[in-house]
Every structure is written in C-alpha cells, then in structure tokens.
C-alpha cells in the first residue's frame, strides 16, 4: 500500500464504492442550488476552472460544467466515479481517481485553479493528515483564488467513518498557508431531515501567491551577489524544466526532487550559444564546465538537447562526459551558494551521483538523466515557476544580458545588448513533422486507410498535414503525441486555436486508433520514442508506458493548463464549423 494512501482512507472510502448507486440517487434527489446556497453569493461572477474534491455522484460538477466552468473532479471511490461519469457525461468534465491528504494526481498536472469545491468531505479525513490536506490545496489555488468546504457536524453513520470538523481549525489551517477567512456561516439542519446533523459552508481565499516564492525568486535574480551568470543559469534550468519537462519531478512533503542531469543538459542547452559567440560568463572569462567533452559537443545543436533524443558513437561519448562535468559544477557551486536569506541554506540542494557506464546509445530518458544525482526545489517555488515562468524568464534574461554586458565591457570587449540577448534566446526545434508524415505515407502505400483526425473523412495522398494537437504558435512541441493527420481544410481552420473540449472528446477514438497504428504498433524505436517523450511532457505515470487512454486524459489535462496559460480561442472543430472535405 503506497504510503500516501493511509491504511484508514480505504475505511473511508470503501462505503462509497459498494453503496454507490443508493449514494448517487440520494445525492442527485438534492438541487445544487438548495443544498449550497450559503456559497452561491460567494462564487466567482465569471466561470474559470474549478476542482471538485470527492466529487460524489457528479451532481456539483455538473452544475459548474452547465454554466461554463471548466471541471476537474477528483473522486476516489471507483464505481461511485464511474456511475457520476455515466450520468454526467460533460466534455466540460474530467474525472479523476485522487484522494486527500496527497493528491498526488492532481498536483502533477500543473493546473492552477480558480475555485476549490470540497462539499462533505473534510470529515473524513482524521485530524492528523488535515494539515497536509490543507497544504496541498493551498498549493492547488492560483493567487486570488478561493476555496469553499462544507463541514458536516453530528453523529457519523455507522458505515462511513467520519472525525469531527470545526471551522475554526480550518481557519487556523488556511492561515497556517497563507489562506484568509472569508466567511464561515451558521449551520443549517441537514436537507436530508438526519437529527441532530447539520452543515456550515466556509470560504477561504488565496490573496497572494501565499508562500513567499516570488519575493525569494526576485531577490535571488535582483539582489543576491552573484561572481557568475550560474545561480541565474540554474533558476532558467529549472523554470524550462518546470514549462517543458514537469512530469520528471518527484514529489516530496517540502517539494520536487528533479533529476540533475536533466538540468544539466538544459545547462549545456543554455550556454553552447554563449561559448560559440565568447560571451563572458564569469568576471575572469573561465567557466569550469567548459571542457573538452563541451567543446566536443560542436556539432549538435542546442534544440536536439532534449529528453528522449538518442546519441551515439563520438557524440554519445562527448555528451555522457560533458553532463557529469556540468553536473558536477551545478552541485559545487550555484546549488550550494544560492541560498535562503541566511546565507548558508540552499535553496535548491543537490546531491552528485555518477556517470553511467558506457553503452552503443546515449538516450536521454529518465532513469539515465537520474542517474547524475538529484537536485530539490522547494514546492512554493516550483508551483511559481510552473504557473508564472512567462513573466519570471524575462526577468532573468535581463539580469543575466546586464552581468554578461558588464563582464565583457571590465575585459575591454564591448557588445550589443542585442547579441547578448539573440546568444540567451532559448532555441525552440524547428518545426518538424517529417517522421510522421513518412509514417502516414507508409501506411497510404500500403493501401491502409487514413482519415484526418478532425472531420473523421479518408485522407489520400497529396492531401495528408500533419496537425499539431496543442498548436506549435502556443506551445513549440514536436513530440509525436502531439502530431496528428489532417485534412489541409480542417489544419487551416484550427490553426493558432486550442482544441475546443467538445471536439477534442469528439476525436478521441480517431487520435487513440492513429496512435496505436502509428506509434504503439510499430518500429520499437518509434515506440520508445512515443513513451518517453508522452512520460516527460504530459501528467502520466513516470515508472512504466502510459495505456493510450491514461495519455489522452493527460492530453486533455495539457490542454487545459495551456488555455489557462495562453487565453487563446478554443476550435469547436471541423464538423461545428461546417464540412471539411
């Protein structure tokens, strides 16, 4: 049993399972509107995105989802989940299998929420993990968000169990991270007509970022002394990692554990361009990193760093040396001098582990970036970098343009801020679809059908495109999960759009069979591929391949955060905006 399932929570949620159905007529026989009037003056005006926690038989989402919310429902007990999902079937829905005091699910999809739903739950968690409980919610809202519990008080029924609750304590807890009371109401009988049972709605609201991260992550960049550009090249490896690779991360009570080499792959990424051009790093012009196995690196170019790429031969040699070297000066120096106020504690301790052996391929997979050691970023800072890397990665940028521009004029080379600021971009890959339009022609020519994901019509050849899912003018992923067959027709409405939830859900056994055919059937290697890449990018289960339908609910989860992100217009998709050829 995984120790973030308490040996209790399965007593807990054992009754809802086997009682599900006489649980959710019971619950949908209650109106939304009656049974939380308390709270319906106290939610937002404008529908965002909501978590529901225990979410029961669906009745609460589905009034979100009806006007206009966008749903995460979390909901342990697995038939009571499944009966909520057969009779809510909303697009506007997805449902998840998460529990408190963890919820460990939901915190790796990255999402901030605007509402957190918890209606008669809080009871049954025992007075020990609330805190944790409580934490991790907090963690869940994004800053002005705000959090409504209903409390349940009087006797518990004899197959559920159930601790007292007190709004008190969840005033205290809230506080305790950074949460303020908004209102706590007087309790009311309960609808049911149970004596001597009655319910109280309270609000909490997040007024800030509620943990400190962002005065820590500017002091760092702004004000902390700094004798090379590497405390700020540290902080961008980690914010790409947080945008680009987050599901690498490892929970912990205090925060992630990141695989260091992954960092420092992102480190070589980061500062090739600054070596090619001479770019000063340090006052003195010498860079520890810079060895021969870096300089060995000559010819791959920065977007080809990236996990799931494979190395071979020289290249593989030169890149497995020149990770360690990087690692290795990662731990010694901006790990250990970038610190709290204190001066002593760092804020992202990092533990060296080893150079893997030697083999024919050097693939950038998870267990071979571990392999160089770990490095731990506290949860505050890592939820801000994850939610807010789009404001915090200009301000690096600058700061980082400002002490190359001053090293290089102390040395008697003066540079254009704009070279120094072309030599820091981070260079997106190129556009790149080729593989799998080879793989659509294949199998064309082998007289297999093909139909364009969208419309659902047969594509011929002359007339495939290759799709990318989340647009490329969004978010710059050429992963194979992402790049799906269109029709040219269908590729030009969607274009710089967001798939809408409703045609997304509308396509899913058109993605799911192009997946399977094209990736999961095939040349091994293409598989390889198509796992790691969906295992470091989407919110899936780190240590084994994710099933096509756990990667489309990620996919979905994906979407989500990136039109949380973005704002961009969501596509209704082919057939709502008329017929595609």
């Not at 709270?39 to 937002?44: R, Y």
């Not at 400190?212 to 980690?238: D, N």
């Not at 490329?472 to 992963?479: F, L, P």
């Amino acid at each position: 049993m995984s120790e973030d399932l308490p040996s209790r929570a399965w007593d807990t949620v054992t009754p809802y399972h086997r009682g599900f159905r006489e649980i959710a007529e019971a619950y949908e026989g209650q109106g939304f509107e009656a049974i939380h009037a308390d709270a319906l003056p106290f939610l937002p005006a404008s529908p965002g995105l909501v978590l529901d926690v225990g979410a029961g038989s669906g009745r609460d989402a589905a009034w979100f989802a009806a006007r206009g919310w966008e749903v995460v429902a979390a909901e342990p007990a697995d038939a009571l989940r499944r009966e909520a999902a057969r009779r809510h079937p909303s697009p506007r829905i997805r449902w998840l299998d998460d529990r408190l005091p963890a919820l460990a699910t939901l915190h790796r999809l990255g999402l901030g929420f605007d509402l957190v739903w918890l209606s008669g739950v809080w009871q049954h968690l025992p007075p020990e993990e609330r805190p944790r409980a409580m934490r991790k919610l907090a963690t869940l809202l994004k800053p002005g968000g705000r959090m409504v519990l209903t409390l349940r008080h009087g006797p518990a029924p004899a197959d559920r169990p159930m601790w007292p609750v007190d709004a008190h304590e969840v005033a205290r807890l809230g506080l305790d991270h950074g949460l303020a009371l908004r209102v706590a109401t007087a309790r009311r009988p309960s609808a049911l007509g149970l004596p001597d049972v009655t319910w109280q709605t309270v609000i909490l609201d997040l007024p800030d970022d509620g943990a400190g991260a962002l005065p820590l992550l500017r002091g760092v960049i702004l004000r902390q002394e700094k004798s090379a550009t590497y405390k700020l090249a540290l902080l961008r490896c980690i914010a790409r990692i947080a945008d680009l690779s987050p599901n690498v991360a490892e929970e912990t009570e205090s925060g992630v554990v990141l695989p260091l080499g992954l960092v420092a792959l992102y480190w070589i990424r980061l500062f090739k361009p600054l070596v090619a051009l001479g770019l000063p790093q340090t006052p003195d012009g010498r860079m520890g990193f810079l060895t021969a196995a870096f300089r060995a690196l000559g010819s791959i170019l920065p977007p080809m760093l990236r996990p799931g790429r494979a190395f071979a031969g020289a290249e593989a040699m030169a890149l497995r040396q020149a990770l360690a070297d990087a690692a290795q000066l990662i731990r010694a120096m901006p790990a250990t001098h970038l610190t709290y106020a204190d001066g002593r504690t760092p804020v992202f301790p990092a533990e060296y582990g080893r150079m893997p052996a030697m083999a024919a391929e050097l693939r950038l997979d998870r267990a071979l970036l571990r392999s160089y050691g770990t490095i731990g970023v506290p949860l505050p800072v890592w939820q801000a970098l994850r939610r807010m890397a789009a404001w915090i990665e200009p301000m690096l940028v600058a700061e980082w343009a400002r002490l190359t521009l001053g090293y290089a004029a102390r040395r008697g080379q003066p540079l254009l801020a704009d070279t120094v600021l072309q030599a820091l971009r981070w260079q997106e890959p190129e556009r790149d679809t080729l593989v799998v339009r080879e793989l659509a022609a294949q199998r064309l020519a082998a007289g297999q059908r093909l139909a364009c994901v969208w419309s659902g019509r047969p594509l011929a050849a002359g007339t495939v495109e290759i799709d990318h899912c989340l647009p490329w003018s969004a978010w710059a992923c050429n992963d194979l999960w992402n790049l799906l067959p269109a029709s040219r027709e269908a590729n030009r409405r969607k274009a710089g759009q967001i798939i809408g939830a409703a045609a997304l859900a509308e396509a899913r056994p058109r993605i799911l069979a192009w997946w399977d055919a094209a990736y999961l059937g095939g040349d091994p290697a293409i598989r390889a591929r198509f796992a790691e890449e969906a295992r470091t990018t989407l919110p899936l289960p780190p240590e084994r391949d994710p099933l096509p339908e756990e990667l489309f609910a990620a996919l979905d989860f994906r979407r989500l955060r990136l039109l949380q992100e973005t704002q961009l217009p969501e596509w209704p998709g082919a057939r709502a905006g008329g017929p595609v050829p």
